[in-house]
């Protein structure tokens, strides 16, 4: 018999806690070991994002309506009881007695009779409170563990963006992402795509030019005809405008360094054309093999995929480079829920290190008048107008150009680069300097 999704979910969440590793890549190990039917794997992939995003809240809840400290639980029947609450707290297709006797069962499954009937009392006790008072957890909300962000990052953020700007911040990572999808317009116009999506029973509206944003039916959107074929890629409209703020032409050769997985160097591809090129590259060799078979899915022969290393390697000339520098990814943070567990301080300093070392080499194969894009998806100004401030200072003949007519002007900050805020501007945190050489 395949393994359900509650059962996936919790040796995804034990491992997670254990090693403290990609969430993505505990599943792909939890999946290749149990090989669970599509169903199963779809449902415990947005179970364990949830519960890993919310995970300290679901701690505190568990904490308070046992009153037993966290530390003092097992590891595998902790996870069953964030399960379990997170689906009687926050998923409102999942009836309380479901939640509560596939709990039961598993526990006893995986651990034995006795931790089952914790298990049932303690779930039973949480409904029971929550029927008898609707506003059970108003003392909960105002402990700063309820935000589920690691208090050095809370500090961090206050400090950046008052107390009003963390909290619609922390609100913003906790609830889960909008999914955005960019539809190559060079193939079909996006209302015919919008139309095949609708008979899919995927239901979309205009967000852009380029840009839908899905209402419903996101699971399904990897196993339609449109993406298999490369007509639509899973995009944030953020993350597109890094490609826009760079203006690239028809006819263009772009140098695209850390390129992995490929999205954006798909979508440079479409706007050179035919005609023009984009030579990607990355230092990971799993990475690099992902971006080249992913060319058998969008048919796409103007992407040449090599593995190279962008603090040291020699590339060749180019007019226009785009460096999406590795990050921290705390403006992903949504999307990517176990980045703030996995993230520590140091990790910011480790990150502005690399990056200005990757923008000071790469810069060097850029041609006289040509235009190089830095961006990162971190919130952090140590990542991003620092590392642009300090080169800048250090090369007389790069220059800083300001602003963007193919970008809104709210997403122009006061230096004159591009920058999205989750809370601000409802997409991912994106920052980007356009750099020009004299």
């Known amino acids: 018999m395949k393994p359900d999704a509650r059962f996936l979910s919790v040796k995804i969440l034990n491992r997670f806690e254990k090693k403290n590793e990609q969430l993505s890549l505990i599943r792909n190990q939890v999946f290749s070991q149990f090989d669970p039917d599509l169903l199963s794997k779809s449902r415990s992939m947005a179970l364990t994002n949830e519960v890993v995003r919310i995970k300290d809240r679901l701690d505190l809840t568990i904490q308070h309506i046992s009153g037993r400290k966290i530390t003092r639980l097992d590891p595998s029947l902790l996870s069953v009881l964030r399960v379990g609450f997170y689906e009687i707290l926050y998923d409102e ?178 706007k050179v054309g035919n005609s023009g090129k984009v030579l990607a590259s990355d230092y990971d060799k799993i990475r690099v093999k992902r971006g080249k078979k992913d060319v058998n899915r969008h048919q796409r022969k103007n992407i040449e995929w090599s593995l190279m290393d962008a603090t040291k390697d020699d590339f060749p000339m180019a007019d226009k480079i785009l460096i999406d520098a590795p990050c921290t990814g705390t403006g992903v943070m949504g999307r990517k829920p176990d980045i703030r567990w996995r993230r520590k301080p140091q990790d910011i300093t480790d990150m502005a290190n690399l990056q200005f070392k990757m923008l000071n080499h790469v810069s060097q194969f850029l041609y006289p008048g040509g235009t190089l894009v830095y961006a990162t998806c971190s919130l952090e100004p140590e990542e991003n107008w620092n590392v642009v401030e300090q080169f800048l200072k250090l090369n007389a003949d790069f220059q800083l150009q300001t602003g963007s007519s193919c970008l809104p002007k709210a997403w122009i900050d006061e230096q004159g680069c591009f920058q999205t805020l989750p809370h601000v501007h409802g997409v991912d945190g994106m920052f980007a300097a356009k750099i020009t050489r004299s």
């Open 93 to 270: 297709t999942v009836p309380d007695y479901a939640a509560v006797d596939s709990a039961v069962k598993l526990t006893k499954s995986i651990l034995n009779r006795k931790a089952s009937g914790l298990t049932n009392a303690v779930l039973r006790t949480l409904i029971r409170t929550m029927e008898k008072d609707s506003d059970w957890d108003r003392e909960l909300q105002s402990d700063p563990t309820w935000h589920s962000i690691p208090q050095w990052l809370q500090k961090r953020w206050i400090a950046q963006f008052g107390e009003n700007g963390f909290s619609e911040l922390a609100k913003k990572f906790n609830k889960t992402p909008i999914t955005f999808i960019r539809g190559d317009l060079s193939q079909q116009s996006r209302e015919d795509i919008q139309k095949q999506l609708e008979e899919l029973d995927i239901k979309s509206e205009v967000y852009s030019d380029s840009f839908l944003k899905i209402k419903s039916g996101s699971g399904k959107i990897l196993f339609t005809n449109l993406f298999q074929s490369g007509q639509i890629s899973i995009q944030d409209p953020a993350a597109g405008s890094v490609v826009e703020f760079l203006e690239p032409k028809n006819g263009e050769t772009i140098l695209d360094v850390c390129a992995a997985p490929g999205t954006k160097s798909l979508y440079l591809a479409e």
